[in-house]
């Protein structure tokens, strides 16, 4: 993958002060607005356990709610196309852009098409992939990568983001203003002017899904900007790549994720746009619909009986704002499109756990349990981390830290062995004295970032026995 992994990558992102800043700021921001609106609901728990629930009915009868998504979707009018992995996704989708005759595309926010790496795919056969969401728009303009779920330019304050407009907008379309400042109205009124060129002469869009009904086959986007709207309705063609773990059952199901999602995500009552298609419709939005279930790699989870709730996750990103791990390093050193718990969870579980980088993912918490008590879908978090280090662990070689902790078990597991221990440590600590022991030899990992302790002159037996006189 070309990433370094988490430990080396949170160390480099720590030394960012801005960076630094500007996450604390907007997480604090967002988390205090999440927990108003959450306050507001009497019945809050019971949205959250609504919510699960229709998940976990939706990844138990997965198979079948699939069948009768393609079923009502291609009554509609849609064309349904089944990717098992990335390639065979990108694949498809290039095919279509292809069969157009077109060499541009815009998109509404997608992970799962950041996921597969769409538009690298869409560059490699000479298409342009113009990303609309104003946050987006500023990590394509960066030459940056996505660092949150919600907001993936949130590393990014004010100022930096007028000097990526002043210095990019006008290489791929409309320029900025050579008078703009870093006023948010003035800065998204320039996005805006950017954008509506490219919304306006596009003839393929490309959008993902929040959720796919699968009574109905109807898809749901739910966004903020509106830029989203304009994706779905203007081009005469919409490809939507939607992950298949997307699916509910009925459109009652919507009912309480349209509740759960903005509040958790950014702390509104509701979103401001919430578009629904149902295939093709004449004189009305596009004339063609494409949709292209995924799986890549989310049949492997959902094989698992406690990892498959990480299938439930709804992109609120709750978890990130609220973890002390992801606000101090931020999402790049997470070496994926999914940071913060819910990525240190999904991420080794879609691609396993062969790379240094996944490796070192399910050690990327404290394991406080923030991100459990806030998940709108009741993700048990901390419970994957553990179950994940262990198969890692279990993974691993034999080290000299494995040897250590065995050696210790051996000795523990004696009341003899331990006393014969506790004398030579006793030994040593007369020796040490008050120096402290910074490194040991083979044990980087547990002394690299902590001292170990000095070891004591007598044991409590020993001191027992000195002070009581007796055994």
């Known amino acids: 993958m070309g990433m370094p992994s988490f430990p080396e990558a949170a160390e480099e992102a720590l030394g960012r002060t801005q960076q630094r800043h500007n996450l604390h700021h907007a997480t604090h921001t967002i988390r205090a607005k999440r927990a108003g609106v959450v306050g507001e609901l009497d019945d809050w728990q019971a949205l959250r356990t609504a919510g699960a629930d229709a998940k976990d009915e939706a990844l138990a009868h997965l198979a079948d709610y699939l069948e009768q998504l393609e079923e009502n979707l291609t009554a509609n009018g849609a064309t349904v196309h089944w990717a098992r992995d990335a390639e065979e996704a990108n694949r498809i989708v290039t095919g279509l852009v292809r069969a157009k005759e077109t060499d541009e595309v815009v998109k509404v926010k997608s992970m799962t098409t950041q996921e597969i790496e769409l538009n690298e795919a869409l560059r490699d056969a000479s298409i342009d992939a113009w990303e609309t969401d104003l946050a987006e728009l500023i990590v394509q303009l960066g030459g940056d990568l996505p660092s949150h779920i919600l907001v993936p330019a949130i590393h990014r304050n004010r100022s930096e983001i007028r000097e990526i407009f002043l210095r990019e907008m006008g290489a791929v379309g409309r320029a900025a203003p050579e008078d703009l400042t870093d006023d948010p109205a003035r800065l998204a009124e320039a996005a805006r002017l950017h954008l509506r060129e490219k919304f306006l002469r596009a003839k393929v869009g490309i959008s993902g899904a929040n959720f796919a009904i699968a009574d109905t086959g109807s898809l749901v ?5 509106g830029n989203g709207r304009m994706c779905l309705t203007l081009p005469e063609t919409l490809i939507s790549v939607v992950g298949i773990e997307k699916v509910l059952p009925s459109w009652d199901d919507l009912a309480p994720m349209l509740q759960l999602l903005p509040r958790s995500s950014t702390g509104e009552r509701m979103n401001p746009y919430t578009s629904t298609w149902t295939g093709t419709h004449d004189g009305d939005g596009p004339q063609e619909v494409h949709v292209v279930l995924l799986d890549n790699g989310r049949t492997h989870v959902l ?3 406690i990892g498959r709730q990480a299938l439930r996750c709804i ?4 978890c990130l704002n609220v973890c002390p791990v992801y606000e101090r390093t931020g999402g790049h050193a997470y070496g994926s499109v999914y940071p913060g718990p819910i990525g240190a969870v999904l991420n080794p579980q879609l691609r396993g756990t062969a790379s240094e980088v996944d490796k070192s993912l399910p050690y990327a918490s404290t394991l406080c349990g923030a991100c459990y008590e806030v998940c709108p879908v009741k993700i048990n978090i901390p419970e994957l981390l553990v179950k994940l280090r262990g198969e890692v662990a279990d993974q691993e070689r034999p080290s000299a830290e494995s040897a250590a902790m065995a050696a210790a078990g051996w000795v523990l597991s004696d009341p003899r062995r331990l006393g014969a221990a506790q004398k030579a440590a006793n030994s040593v600590g007369r020796l040490l ?18 001292d170990v302790p000095t070891p004591p002159t007598e044991s409590f037996r020993q ?4 002070e009581r006189g007796t055994q």
Request: proline share 3%; glycine share 12%; aromatic share 8%.
């Open 221 to 225: 986007v739910v966004e903020s900007e």
């Open 303 to 305: 094989g698992d009986s």
């Open 315 to 318: 992109r609120c990103s709750a």
């Open 433 to 450: 004295g008050d120096r402290t022991i910074r490194t040991v030899p083979g044990m980087g990992a547990w002394t690299s970032a902590r």
């Open 463 to 466: 001191w027992w026995a000195r």
